[in-house]
T-cell receptor
Framework: DGGITQSPKYLFRKEGQNVTLSCEQN?????MYWYRQDPGQGLRLIYY???????QKGDIAEGYSVSREKKESFPLTVTSAQKNPTAFYLC????????????FGPGTRLTVT | AQSVTQLDSHVSVSEGTPVLLRCNYS??????LFWYVQHPNKGLQLLLK??????LVKGINGFEAEFKKSETSFHLTKPSAHMSDAAEYFC???????????FGTGTRLQVFP
């Protein structure tokens, strides 16, 4: 089965702790993306990467960090500097220089208390 | 800069009646346009996409959308709603010269029996 996996589906953390969300794809896509979703606000881009060992900030990168050491993997770390980390996080991937279609994982719901 | 506006945050229909979800876009070039659907606590699934081919685009589950350049619209329609269509729908436009997507704020579709 080709697709994108995100784990875990639900994650609970105490305030002040860093937490890492996993995203893996076996679609052989070059580009990967992290989005944050809050009620009534659509999806906002956190970080994206078009090639291994390179990534760019999206619209709301503050308080987040990423790495892209392998083509298949794009983990997102939510740091303690993120002021309001409770949200639904979605990972996506795409073939670059094509028709821009992105394929989404099932998401991780992070709750920080 | 590109943008997309979903004109209704909520739409309610009865099962078996037509569905219309409205989307207007702003772009200085010929964009790619998408409709994605999201069921509760799930990732996004592509319904259909427009990439400068036919202006009437057919998607999955009986949905279709028409690209109207003169009206800068890309409304989503379905002749007959089904209970399983109840979900959040996102209109999305591609950003010029990048592989990034710009999401609307979503329309929640409710289907009543």
């Amino acid at each position: 089965d080709g697709g994108i996996t995100q784990s875990p589906k639900y994650l609970f953390r105490k305030e002040g702790q860093n937490v890492t969300l996993s995203c893996e794809q076996n679609l052989n896509h070059d580009a990967m993306y992290w989005y944050r979703q809050d009620p009534g606000q659509g999806l906002r881009l956190i970080y994206y990467s078009q090639i291994v060992n390179d990534f760019q900030k999206g619209d709301i990168a503050e308080g987040y960090s990423v790495s892209r050491e392998k083509k298949e993997s794009f983990p997102l770390t939510v740091t303690s500097a993120q002021k309001n980390p409770t949200a639904f996080y979605l990972c996506a991937s795409s073939i670059i220089y094509r028709d821009y279609e992105q394929y989404f994982g099932p998401g991780t719901r992070l709750t920080v208390t | 800069a590109q943008s997309v506006t979903q004109l209704d945050s909520h739409v309610s229909v009865s099962e078996g009646t037509p569905v219309l979800l409205r989307c207007n876009y702003s772009s200085s070039y010929s964009p790619s346009l998408f409709w994605y659907v999201q069921h509760p606590n799930k990732g996004l699934q592509l319904l259909l996409k427009y990439t400068s081919a036919a202006t009437l685009v057919k998607g999955i589950n009986g949905f279709e959308a028409e690209f109207k350049k003169s009206e800068t619209s890309f409304h989503l329609t379905k002749p007959s709603a089904h209970m399983s269509d109840a979900a959040e729908y996102f209109c999305v436009v591609s950003e010029e010269s990048t592989d990034k997507l710009i999401f609307g704020t979503g329309t929640r579709l409710q289907v009543f029996p």
